[in-house]
């Protein structure tokens, strides 16, 4: 029967195991390529899907899906079973959802301009600091006017509203200029040439989809496909970040739980900090810090502990270290430090032991009571139940033919948004451009000035009134820019 606080992961001296009240705490999962970081991942998320913990993570390599079908024996694993003394173990197979940016290996996993906002879009699109200001008043002009982006129809739209209205809104907001206006484009299309169009769009990813518990009770495992968007790494990191700014704004505070409301897993976490300005890595640390108020447990994977800022790392309490090798000046200094993370055990030279352990073995240091690091052990992690490795092309087309989310995500929705208004817009100042010429050639009033407006010019103005009281003067965007309903 499974022990809803322990979660055995490993095995040395003594069992190692994370407590699940614990869960939220954050983690780190560290290791060289091919020493077992993987397989590591893959027994956290049975663990947390076994006791009904929705896990998200995104599959870089293409063996995280296999997790969706029941483990096999071969001569190999029994002799890891009985290397660790295991004659119980059984396969077994776990809820998994597919998701794919690109809708082919799985749902497509939409969001919208609106949604991301301007400092995410801005990262991915690789602007400069001045093309950053630009897009930030693109988006102001947007939310004052009650005009949604929902695609990038809407977003382009919106550029060349701004562009035509330069001079205007330069005067309220400070210089727009047309080059820089120019060069978003380009990126935009750059963007689109790559395929990222499809990310954006509706129906848009729902939260509550994500925490919605599997048939059987246990947690669901979401498994976004990123084996052809890693190749993309500031999408990728952007997406993954736009989804943590949700869950930050999105989730009530819950105070301390038995388990946490979600976990999410973020393989090769140094794209997330590498060039990264300065303002963004803060905003990260806030979220790092605070979301797991909100009962959201954050466990990074990369290399090395020093591709993750100190500040962040400072917050990650669960931690597992697989082995890394000391040949260059480099790796030296990573050993180093991912030995002085630890809690130092006086029988093990830790040091040492991270140059020396094999593969599925590791170093692990998991949060004990009261929430305290405890000593790190060396240790073997337990072998999965689940399938290790990949999928094929029929187990994946099943997969997700019999995904709950099935029906709420394939397919597409055009509703009027951003382009359909500023189209409306320009056809109703094109039908009231004869009233305005004829309004024109009349002689002006030789007797007195007079300060009433023409017919047509209030007509304008109600048009435009209409625009901005839509959906309100202004749109509310919470700490990485997305939209807070």
């Given at each position: 029967?499974?022990?809803?606080?322990?979660?055995?992961?490993?095995?040395?001296?003594?069992?190692?195991?994370?407590?699940?009240?614990?869960?939220?705490?954050?983690g780190l999962i560290a290791?060289?390529?091919?020493?077992?970081?993987?397989?590591?991942?893959?027994?956290?998320?049975?663990?947390?899907?076994?006791?009904?913990?929705?896990?998200?993570?995104?599959?870089?390599?293409?063996?995280?899906?296999?997790?969706?079908?029941?483990?096999?024996?071969?001569?190999?694993?029994?002799?890891?079973?009985?290397?660790?003394?295991?004659?119980?173990?059984?396969?077994?197979?776990?809820?998994?959802?597919?998701?794919?940016?690109?809708?082919?290996?799985?749902?497509?996993?939409?969001?919208?301009?609106?949604?991301?906002?301007?400092?995410?879009?801005?990262?991915?699109?690789?602007?400069?600091?001045?093309?950053?200001?630009?897009?930030?008043?693109?988006?102001?002009?947007?939310?004052?006017?009650?005009?949604?982006?929902?695609?990038?129809?809407?977003?382009?739209?919106?550029?060349?509203?701004?562009?035509?209205n330069s001079k205007e809104?330069?005067?309220?907001?400070?210089?727009?200029?047309?080059?820089?206006?120019?060069?978003?484009?380009?990126?935009?299309?750059?963007?689109?040439?790559?395929?990222?169009?499809q990310f954006f769009g509706?129906?848009?990813?729902?939260?509550?989809?994500?925490?919605?518990?599997?048939?059987?009770?246990?947690?669901?495992?979401?498994?976004?496909?990123?084996?052809?968007?890693?190749?993309?790494?500031?999408?990728?990191?952007?997406?993954?970040?736009?989804?943590?700014?949700?869950?930050?704004?999105?989730?009530?505070?819950?105070?301390?739980?038995?388990?946490?409301?979600?976990?999410?897993?973020?393989?090769?976490?140094?794209?997330?900090?590498?060039?990264?300005?300065?303002?963004?890595?803060?905003?990260?640390?806030?979220?790092?810090?605070?979301?797991?108020?909100?009962?959201?447990?954050?466990?990074?994977?990369?290399?090395?502990?020093?591709?993750?800022?100190?500040?962040?790392?400072?917050?990650?309490?669960?931690?597992?270290?697989?082995?890394?090798?000391?040949?260059?000046?480099?790796?030296?200094?990573?050993?180093?430090?991912?030995?002085?993370?630890?809690?130092?055990?006086?029988?093990?030279?830790?040091?040492?032991?991270?140059?020396?352990?094999?593969?599925?073995?590791?170093?692990?240091?998991?949060?004990?009571?009261?929430?305290?690091?405890?000593?790190?052990?060396?240790?073997?992690?337990?072998?999965?139940?689940?399938?290790?490795?990949?999928?094929?092309?029929?187990?994946?087309?099943?997969?997700?033919?019999?995904?709950?989310?099935?029906?709420?995500?394939?397919?597409?929705?055009?509703?009027?948004?951003?382009?359909?208004?500023?189209?409306?817009?320009?056809?109703?100042?094109?039908?009231?451009?004869?009233?305005?010429?004829?309004?024109?050639?009349?002689?002006?009033?030789?007797?007195?000035?007079?300060?009433?407006?023409?017919?047509?010019?209030?007509?304008?103005?109600?048009?435009?009134?209409?625009?901005?009281?839509?959906?309100?003067?202004?749109?509310?965007?919470?700490?990485?820019?997305?939209?807070?309903?």
């Amino acid at each position: 029967m499974t022990d809803p606080e322990r979660m055995p992961l490993a095995l040395g001296i003594e069992p190692i195991e994370l407590l699940s009240r614990y869960g939220n705490r954050h983690g780190l999962i560290a290791g060289a390529t091919g020493t077992g970081k993987t397989v590591t991942l893959q027994v956290m998320a049975e663990a947390f899907s076994s006791r009904g913990v929705p896990v998200f993570m995104a599959d870089v390599k293409g063996d995280l899906a296999g997790l969706s079908q029941p483990g096999s024996m071969s001569d190999r694993f029994a002799r890891r079973l009985e290397l660790l003394g295991i004659s119980d173990w059984k396969a077994d197979s776990f809820p998994v959802i597919p998701w794919d940016l690109y809708g082919e290996q799985g749902h497509p996993l939409r969001t919208t301009p609106s949604e991301i906002g301007p400092l995410l879009l801005a990262r991915m699109l690789g602007l400069t600091d001045v093309q950053e200001g630009v897009l930030q008043v693109v988006f102001k002009v947007a939310d004052d006017n009650g005009l949604l982006l929902l695609d990038l129809k809407d977003l382009r739209a919106m550029l060349n509203h701004v562009s035509e209205n330069s001079k205007e809104i330069s005067a309220e907001f400070g210089l727009v200029r047309k080059s820089s206006i120019a060069a978003i484009q380009r990126s935009l299309l750059g963007l689109e040439q790559e395929g990222a169009d499809q990310f954006f769009g509706e129906p848009a990813l729902k939260l509550e989809d994500l925490m919605r518990p599997a048939a059987d009770g246990r947690g669901p495992i979401h498994i976004l496909a990123a084996d052809k968007l890693i190749l993309r790494p500031r999408i990728y990191t952007t997406f993954l970040l736009w989804l943590l700014s949700e869950l930050f704004e999105e989730l009530p505070e819950v105070g301390d739980l038995d388990r946490p409301k979600l976990v999410f897993f973020f393989d090769e976490a140094h794209l997330l900090f590498d060039d990264a300005p300065t303002e963004l890595k803060n905003r990260i640390e806030q979220v790092v810090r605070l979301i797991r108020s909100k009962g959201v447990g954050i466990y990074f994977i990369s290399q090395h502990p020093s591709d993750i800022p100190d500040d962040v790392l400072g917050q990650l309490g669960n931690r597992v270290q697989h082995a890394l090798r000391a040949f260059t000046p480099r790796d030296q200094k990573a050993v180093k430090v991912a030995a002085e993370t630890f809690v130092q055990n006086p029988d093990l030279d830790i040091k040492a032991a991270i140059t020396q352990v094999g593969v599925g073995e590791a170093l692990l240091s998991m949060l004990g009571d009261k929430g305290v690091p405890q000593m790190v052990q060396r240790a073997y992690v337990l072998p999965p139940a689940s399938r290790i490795g990949t999928i094929d092309d029929a187990e994946r087309r099943q997969l997700i033919a019999n995904s709950p989310l099935k029906a709420s995500y394939f397919g597409g929705m055009d509703r009027e948004s951003a382009y359909e208004q500023l189209q409306k817009r320009a056809e109703k100042r094109a039908e009231l451009l004869p009233v305005q010429k004829a309004e024109a050639k009349k002689p002006a009033p030789r007797k007195r000035n007079s300060t009433r407006q023409s017919p047509a010019m209030t007509l304008v103005k109600s048009v435009m009134r209409s625009f901005g009281s839509q959906l309100g003067r202004s749109l509310v965007r919470g700490l990485l820019g997305a939209l807070k309903r």
